[in-house]
């Protein structure tokens, strides 16, 4: 009998024995891989050792890990094995040892059996789809799951349909946390870059991780950014992109979520984002309003506007003396008119983007104390102010009578 033999029948005689604790167990596994990699034969029999080992229940979280790493060395010695080994992580995975962090390297480990047999693939998917079930999860165990099943998608395209499949099913678990579902929405992010035609699949993916409780603010904005590359590269996907935002009520909650929707009703009709609540009518109807606003009049409107108003303001007059305040610009720093009449369409027209931060608030202040008569008034201001000058001395937040009153003044007085 070899060295390595009698070292293995030792370690197997310690592993049944009742005086053990987990600390003792995790000790005896991490012996186990060197006498495989000296006698490489010995590798069935000590498959057998690690199913014996699953039995006892003095282990816990970090001897299955050992446990499970140690399975690795098996697979190393003879892939032939590599069923076996999966069937053993299967039945490991029914423990209730396991915690997170068991987990989380069971989730790292798993992809190392397809490398020695590839057939095995559709069991190790399954695999995967039973351990992000397990209520043993943490945020970080499921964070790695994430990460390993992205690496999958990456190295191996076609995989990637399994890979949103297990996605959707993570994703529903309350193991979750805000860190964990920002990672599995940047990855998804990656995935959807990297193949454009899974759009409507990861869209479904996304439908399932915005309805989770565990969602925060930084989790969100990733969720938003990358349905709003999808929806921008793609204006036939506006429609579900929309009905994703206002499954949850998640469309009113942010400026990100609110851009979203107003970007996706310009390439929709209401109807077809089906069915809303009464709630989410206003909501829609917000959005509706400045689906043709920019980026930065959003912006203002959403940070200085409740959404009932919103909702009930026509903002066709704030764009026109937007439109004015544009083209009086644009002549003062001698551009052609062409430079200016896309700014709209254009996201990124210098001209417009370098001065919104005074141009969007004056658009707004003009159309509430001009509206028609604003180009006149710019008209008369021209020889005597810049266009910047002669809308930054109009006051802004006076009650609705004192504002009525200006306006008044200004169209009887001044235009």
Not at 174 to 186: E, H, I, M, P
Not at 251 to 280: M, Y
Not at 345 to 362: C, F, G, H, Q, T
Request: include cysteine; charge should be negative.
């Amino acid at each position: 009998m070899s060295g390595e033999q009698d070292k293995l029948n030792e370690i197997k005689e310690q592993i049944q024995s009742d005086k053990n604790d987990s600390y003792s167990l995790e000790t005896l596994y991490e012996k186990l891989p060197s006498i495989v990699r000296a006698d490489a034969p010995l590798a069935p029999q000590m498959l057998e050792v690690y199913k014996t080992a699953l039995q006892s229940d003095k282990n816990d979280g970090r001897s299955l890990e050992a446990l499970y790493r140690g399975l690795l060395s098996i697979i190393k010695a003879d892939t032939s094995l590599a069923p076996q080994v999966l069937e053993v992580y299967r039945t490991a995975l029914q423990s209730d040892k396991n915690n997170w962090y068991s987990l989380r390297y069971l989730y790292r480990y798993l992809p190392s059996i397809a490398e020695a047999d590839a057939s095995l693939a559709p069991e190790i998917f399954e695999a995967f789809r039973d351990a992000v079930q397990s209520e043993k999860n943490g945020w970080a165990s499921l964070k790695e799951a994430y990460g390993v099943l992205f690496f999958i998608a990456q190295a191996n395209a076609p995989l990637t349909p399994e890979v949103l499949d297990i996605y959707k099913t993570a994703l529903q678990s309350d193991k979750n946390n805000c860190g964990s579902l920002k990672l599995a929405y940047n990855a998804l992010s990656t995935i959807v870059q990297t193949d454009a035609s899974l759009a409507p699949e990861i869209l479904n993916v996304f439908r399932i991780g915005l309805q989770s409780e565990k969602n925060d603010e930084e989790s969100l904005k990733e969720a938003y950014g990358v349905l709003s590359s999808i929806a921008k590269s793609d204006a036939s996907l506006a429609p579900k992109v929309a009905q994703a935002l206002l499954q949850r009520g998640r469309a009113g909650s942010s400026e990100d979520a609110f851009q979203l929707l107003s970007h996706c009703l310009k390439h929709c009709l209401r109807e077809d984002i089906g069915s809303v609540t009464e709630e989410q009518k206003q909501i829609v109807q917000a959005a509706w309003n400045m689906r043709f606003s920019t980026e930065q009049e959003r912006r203002f409107a959403f940070d200085n506007m409740e959404i009932e108003r919103i909702a009930a303001t026509s903002f066709s007059a704030q764009q026109r003396c937007m439109n004015v305040l544009v083209g009086c610009l644009g002549q003062e720093k001698n551009l052609p008119a062409e430079a200016t009449a896309g700014y709209r369409k254009d996201s990124d027209n210098e001209l417009y983007k370098d001065n919104a931060d005074w141009l969007v608030p004056a658009s707004f202040k003009a159309a509430e104390l001009f509206g028609c008569y604003f180009p006149a008034y710019l008209k008369k201001t021209q020889g005597f102010f810049s266009a910047h000058d002669a809308v930054y001395w109009l006051p802004q937040g006076m009650s609705k009578a004192k504002n009525e009153s200006f306006a008044r003044f200004l169209q009887n007085n001044v235009v």
